[in-house]
Nanobody, 115 residues
Framework: QVQLVESGGGLVQPGGSLRLSCAAS????????MGWYRQAPGKQRELVAA???????TYTDSVKGRFTISRDNAKNTVYLQMNSLKPEDTAVYYC?????????WGQGTQVTVSS
């Protein structure tokens, strides 16, 4: 079973930036499409960005132009660069594979956007 460890969250003012990282154990990381998900209080977890094993990216409309997902298969790591952050981006962010079935969730990393 793959283990996922997210990091890089924190408190940031509106308009600020953060870079999240997700380290995955296991050699099967590189062949899987990966995604960043988020869950705000009282809301369902949603997929906000995904990247295929070949590097093709997709984003939910609310983050297009502001977030960038990338991956380093040699390091088993996926990143999420978040710019122009808004209060509505406040959530716990998780990574996992972007498939119908997912690995066990990690602990996530809290992102809070507030002045």
């Amino acid at each position: 079973q793959v283990q996922l460890v997210e990091s890089g969250g924190g408190l940031v003012q509106p308009g600020g930036s953060l870079r999240l990282s997700c380290a995955a154990s296991g050699s099967i990381f590189s062949i899987n499409p990966m995604g960043w998900y988020r869950q705000a209080p009282g809301k369902q977890r949603e997929l906000v960005a995904a990247i295929t094993s070949g590097g093709t990216t997709t984003y939910t409309d609310s983050v297009k132009g502001r977030f960038t997902i990338s991956r380093d298969n040699a390091k088993n790591t996926v990143y999420l660069q978040m710019n122009s952050l808004k209060p509505e981006d406040t959530a716990v962010y998780y990574c996992n594979r972007a498939t119908a079935t997912r690995w066990n969730w990690g602990q996530g990393t809290q992102v809070t956007v507030s002045s």
